[in-house]
């Protein structure tokens, strides 16, 4: 069974830091394309960050870029995301999702882990 | 404001059928990129049930179906269940390895 758990989410001041983890089984995951996706309270989902199978691609929303930073540990089945300089607007629940990938693109996002909830609040 | 335009709400009776619009531009849906569909009961995570524009997962019911035409991209349920009772989002690839959602349609099954 694919599975996806997130952990490391909970209660930071502006300003501050975090490191999200995503712990994932079930299937080769050094194959796959994995991603990062938020979701504000009562808001859509909103796309964060994604990373390659090697790591060699990394790409960030521009709302998140220079404050976070995606990493992948291949040997470990584990993604990473390291939030810096937090506002109150990145409070969010925080999902990994893997990437869909049929004869090498990315066609959407499958499956999704359960979340780790952000909130950024002094 | 998401980038993707959907209705705030749409509803239906058991039985019946509907369809949930998907508005973007010409950089985003129109530009022959990847959209994608997901619903997401109450407090749980998105689930994928469209993917490029018109398939299907395995195991995702074929009461589902998607369309694109132009900058349009549309979700339809026939035979509309209780359990369809959801949130749905629209999603499309916009190059430069990004993806935007859309802001969120909320199904209520009368």
């Known amino acids: 069974e694919v599975q996806l758990v997130e952990s490391g989410g909970g209660l930071v001041k502006p300003g501050g830091s975090l490191r999200l983890s995503c712990a994932v089984s079930?299937?080769?995951?050094?194959?796959?394309?994995m991603n990062w996706v938020r979701q504000a309270p009562g808001k859509g989902p909103e796309w964060v960050s994604s990373?390659?199978?090697?790591?060699?691609?990394?790409y960030y929303a521009d709302s998140v870029k220079g404050r976070f930073t995606i990493s992948r540990d291949n040997t470990d089945n584990s993604l990473y995301l390291l939030m810096n300089s937090l506002r109150a607007d990145d409070t969010a629940v925080y999902y990994c999702?893997?990437?869909?990938?049929?004869?090498?693109?990315?066609?959407?996002?499958?499956?999704w882990g359960q979340g780790t909830l952000v909130t950024v609040s002094s | 404001q998401s980038a993707l335009t959907q209705p705030a709400s749409v509803s239906g009776s058991p039985g019946q059928s509907i369809t949930i619009s998907c508005t973007g531009t010409?950089?985003?849906?129109?530009?022959?990129?990847?959209v994608s569909w997901y619903l997401q009961h109450p407090g749980k995570a998105p689930k994928l049930i469209i993917y490029?524009?018109?398939k299907r997962p395995s195991g995702i019911s074929n009461r589902f179906s998607g369309s694109k035409s132009g900058n349009t991209a549309s979700l339809t349920i026939s035979g509309l269940q209780a359990e369809d009772e959801a949130d749905y989002y629209c999603?499309?690839?916009?190059?430069?390895?990004?993806?935007?959602f859309g802001g969120g349609t909320k199904l209520t099954v009368l």
């Open positions: 999603c499309s690839y916009r190059g430069g390895d990004t993806w935007v």
């Open positions: 010409g950089n985003n849906i129109g530009g022959d990129n990847f």
């Open positions: 490029d524009a018109n």
């Open positions: 990373i390659s199978s090697s790591g060699d691609d990394i």
């Open positions: 999702a893997r990437g869909m990938t049929i004869f090498g693109e990315v066609l959407g996002f499958d499956p």
């Open positions: 079930g299937f080769i995951f050094s194959s796959y394309t």
